[in-house]
Nanobody, 125 residues
């Protein structure tokens, strides 16, 4: 089974950029759909981006479309979330997740079975 470990969070000024990484252990990372979620205090968890196992298909929530880019390097067992033009409302704990089910890419949420521990992203105004 794959285990996930996020890194790259931190404090950044509005308009700045961060790149989150999701390192996966296990031999079968390339079989998993990978996604990124975020949860701000007092708000529900939001599915913001997903990428198919091959990297050929992606999903973005409207809230991040055009600013965030999801990618993966299966040879390195690592997924990424490049975040540009960050806004204070992007402040949240960001989680990577993985799923063996292809429906997870478009449906998000409970279709993802494996989760990382989260990394804090804080955007100051």
């Amino acid at each position: 089974q794959v285990q996930l470990d996020e890194s790259g969070g931190g404090l950044v000024q509005a308009g700045g950029s961060l790149r989150l990484s999701c390192a996966a252990s296990g031999r079968t990372f390339s079989s998993y759909v990978m996604g990124w979620f975020r949860q701000a205090p007092g708000k529900e968890r939001e599915y913001i981006a997903g990428i198919s196992s091959s990297g050929g298909s992606t999903y973005y929530a409207e809230s991040v479309k055009g600013r965030f880019t999801i990618s993966r390097d299966n040879a390195k067992n690592t997924g990424y979330l490049q975040m540009n033009s960050l806004k204070p409302e992007d402040t949240a704990v960001y989680y990577c997740a993985a799923s063996l089910g292809t429906k997870a890419l478009q449906l998000g949420g409970p279709w993802y079975q494996l989760w990382g521990q989260g990394t804090q992203v804080t955007v100051s105004s």
